[in-house]
Nanobody, 124 residues
Framework: QVQVVESGGGAVQAGGSLRLSCTASGRAFSSYVMGWFRRAPGKDREFVSAISRSGGSTNYADSVKGRFTISRDNAKNTVYLQMNSLKPEDTAVYYC?????????????????WGQGTQVTVSS
């Protein structure tokens, strides 16, 4: 069983920054592709960013490119999402997920292990 746990959410004003962290346990962390998704009120869960096993390949949603940065530290079993220049439309529950895929997927169906989510609220 894989356990995925997010942390680092909170409330910030527009233009501010937050860093989310996520750990995955139960199997070698470096064997997973890791992704971040979010669900805003009244909307479906959407892809935010993902990173390959080695960290050498990343994907971003167009809405966060240039503002968010995903990274990982396999020695610490942790993936990060640095969020800068936050906007009110970034308000959502952010989920971390792990995938056994051989590429860096952007769809929820390719991720098999999910955390419980962490709330990010950006006020104007």
């Amino acid at each position: 069983q894989v356990q995925v746990v997010e942390s680092g959410g909170g409330a910030v004003q527009a233009g501010g920054s937050l860093r989310l962290s996520c750990t995955a346990s139960g199997r070698a962390f470096s064997s997973y592709v890791m992704g971040w998704f979010r669900r805003a009120p009244g909307k479906d869960r959407e892809f935010v960013s993902a990173i390959s096993r080695s960290g050498g390949s990343t994907n971003y949603a167009d809405s966060v490119k240039g503002r968010f940065t995903i990274s990982r530290d396999n020695a610490k079993n942790t993936v990060y999402l640095q969020m800068n220049s936050l906007k009110p439309e970034d308000t959502a529950v952010y989920y971390c997920a792990a995938s056994n895929s051989n590429y860096v997927p952007v769809t929820t169906g390719r991720y098999y292990y999910w955390g419980q989510g962490t709330q990010v609220t950006v006020s104007s």
